[in-house]
């Protein structure tokens, strides 16, 4: 019984470490870009720069706040050689919707498509707006939903962890 309990004990804690891990590093999923061509985050993400990745979906209207606020300080962003990134979560049913969408917003950022939630999956994402802040492929930030100013605290965010 002793024996059990440590074996159940000791797999219990690698699989509570390994999961823990997965949270702070974005995998090397496969993701959609705007072409519908399947790319990997890792043909993405530079391992020197800083990304700002926001989860997003065409019905989410604090989403839609969000990205429309970092327009305005994207140009800042740009400048610190910090990237935007917006990841749709639209599904098959609202996928439609992304092209149009984003045709009528100044979004100069990258979008790519999450339609199957691979990645959102992969990361634990449950509600949107979900924005992560990255250096490369490490997670050093994350926030569930979005109040007007909050673009701001990202970028000071960023800032302060150089």
Same mark, same amino acid.
């Given at each position: 019984?002793?024996?059990? &309990?440590?074996?159940?004990?000791?797999?219990?804690? =690698?699989?509570?470490? &390994?999961?823990?891990?997965?949270? !702070?590093?974005? /995998?090397?999923?496969?993701?959609?870009?705007?072409?519908?061509?399947?790319?990997?985050? *890792?043909?993405?993400?530079?391992? !020197?720069?800083?990304?700002?990745?926001?989860?997003?979906?065409?019905?989410?209207? /604090?989403?839609?706040?969000?990205?429309?606020?970092? #327009?305005?300080?994207?140009?800042?962003?740009?400048?610190?050689?910090?990237? #935007?990134?917006?990841?749709?979560?639209?599904?098959? %049913?609202?996928?439609?919707? &992304?092209?149009?969408? =984003?045709?009528?917003?100044?979004? !100069?950022?990258?979008?790519?498509?999450?339609? *199957?939630?691979?990645?959102? %999956?992969?990361?634990?994402?449950?509600?949107?707006?979900?924005?992560?802040?990255?250096?490369?492929?490490?997670?050093?930030?994350?926030?569930?939903?979005?109040? /007007?100013?909050?673009? =701001?605290?990202?970028?000071?965010?960023?800032?302060?962890?150089?």
């Amino acid at each position: 019984m002793v024996k059990y &309990v440590k074996t159940s004990l000791s797999i219990l804690f =690698i699989l509570l470490t &390994v999961s823990s891990l997965s949270q !702070n590093i974005i /995998p090397n999923t496969k993701i959609k870009n705007l072409e519908s061509e399947f790319i990997y985050t *890792n043909d993405v993400l530079n391992q !020197n720069n800083f990304y700002i990745i926001s989860f997003w979906a065409t019905w989410c209207i /604090p989403c839609i706040n969000e990205l429309d606020a970092i #327009v305005d300080i994207y140009e800042d962003l740009e400048k610190d050689n910090i990237e #935007v990134i917006a990841i749709s979560t639209d599904d098959a %049913r609202t996928k439609k919707r &992304v092209r149009p969408m =984003i045709n009528g917003k100044d979004w !100069n950022f990258k979008i790519l498509l999450d339609e *199957n939630h691979d990645l959102k %999956r992969v990361l634990n994402i449950v509600g949107i707006p979900h924005t992560i802040i990255t250096k490369g492929t490490k997670i050093i930030y994350r926030r569930v939903g979005y109040s /007007p100013g909050e673009e =701001i605290d990202l970028f000071e965010f960023i800032r302060k962890y150089e």
